[in-house]
């Protein structure tokens, strides 16, 4: 199945005419007041620029004062360049510009790196990264340590009229990568959950040694839980913002070992390091967490308690 591209009415607001880098030159030798906006970053724009070119990072709140800022006048012609690996920088840049007031608004297409391929000079303090592709995802082969104190996991249960939330512990950790491939076995302290909305209630005690009671997670015999990544690979592509490793591993928990997958999202901070975050539901039944359910209990009134259990978790490793 082929994937549509995204596009919001903002976007679509506006369709900015298109100049070739060619007919850009033309334009810019005619002696014609334009102003060129570069919309990427103020360090990429540093690093790699057109000459003369001014710049205002669409990505930042104050886009609009920056424009305003650089071209006073909204009846001059603007011309919008970003890295030119797709249009939508500039779609969305020239969206807000119409929005303000400016008239006069072109696209240069292909971006930076299409300037450069045409043989237009290029400024800044490395300008052969016009060229450059996007950044994309390299996960180095390391052997990661990994900090419980820097990491996260959190739980959400409900029913049919509430919901509780909290966290619990990361007792330790290991994490290595080999070719892209992550592995690794995560020790969860059962012991240590706490619940987020109940904090500083004289509820917030009752509901915990619930949880930790043989009703849940009979912490007492089983005071940890284990998951093991047996496999997490890149999926195809793998955008940077996006889940782009499928996970499967094995949850140990009460005592039981079951299969359990899921997509994260990895990134690679700067220094080596490497982030995983996972947001995903389990059903907790399929570890003998039966308390409330509706599939092992019947007239259970306020004491049914949905299955699934939702999780978010943040690893990090140096």
Same mark, same amino acid.
């Given at each position: ?13 506006? &369709? ?30 540093? #690093? ?19 424009? #305003? ?5 909204? @009846? &001059? ?21 119409? #929005? ?10 292909? =971006? ?50 509430? &919901? ?54 009979? &912490? ?9 990544? +047996?496999?997490? +690979?890149?999926?195809?592509? @793998? ?32 220094? =080596? ?21 509706? #599939? ?20 990090? =490793?140096?």
């Amino acid at each position: 199945m082929s994937q549509s591209t995204p596009q919001s009415p903002a976007t679509l607001a506006l &369709t900015p005419k298109k100049l070739s880098p060619d007919a850009l030159r033309v334009l810019l030798d005619s002696g014609r007041e334009i102003v060129v906006l570069d919309v990427m970053n103020a360090e990429r724009h540093a #690093r790699c620029h057109l000459p003369g070119a001014k710049n205002a990072c669409v990505y930042e709140v104050v886009f609009p004062e920056r424009v #305003r800022e650089l071209v006073a006048d909204p @009846a &001059t012609p603007v011309v919008l360049y970003g890295a030119g690996v797709t249009p939508h920088d500039c779609e969305h840049a020239a969206a807000k510009l119409a #929005r303000l007031g400016y008239a006069e608004i072109y696209q240069l297409e292909g =971006g930076l790196s299409a300037w450069h391929r045409a043989g237009h000079p290029v400024e800044g303090e490395s300008p052969g990264e016009a060229a450059l592709a996007p950044a994309a995802l390299s996960v180095p082969d390391k052997t990661f340590r990994v900090d419980p104190a820097a990491c996260l996991i959190e739980w959400a249960g409900r029913n049919a009229g509430n &919901t509780h939330h909290g966290s619990v512990g990361l007792a330790s950790g290991s994490l290595a990568a080999s070719g892209g491939e992550l592995s690794g076995v995560f020790e969860i302290d059962l012991a240590s959950i706490q619940c987020y909305n109940l904090e500083g209630s004289d509820l917030h005690p009752v509901l915990i040694a619930h949880l930790q009671s043989d009703d849940f997670f009979f &912490t007492a015999l089983f005071p940890k839980a284990v998951f093991e990544i +047996v496999r997490a +690979v890149p999926l195809s592509p @793998a955008h940077l913002s996006a889940p782009n490793y499928s996970v499967e591993g094995k949850l140990t928990l009460r005592g039981l070992t079951k299969p359990l997958a899921f997509a994260a999202t990895v990134a690679t901070p700067p220094g =080596g390091a490497v982030a995983i975050e996972a947001h995903f539901d389990f059903d907790r039944t399929d570890w003998g967490v039966i308390y409330g359910s509706s #599939r092992f209990f019947h007239f259970l009134g306020m004491h049914m308690v949905f299955d699934p259990i939702s999780m978010a978790v943040r690893i990090r =490793g140096e």
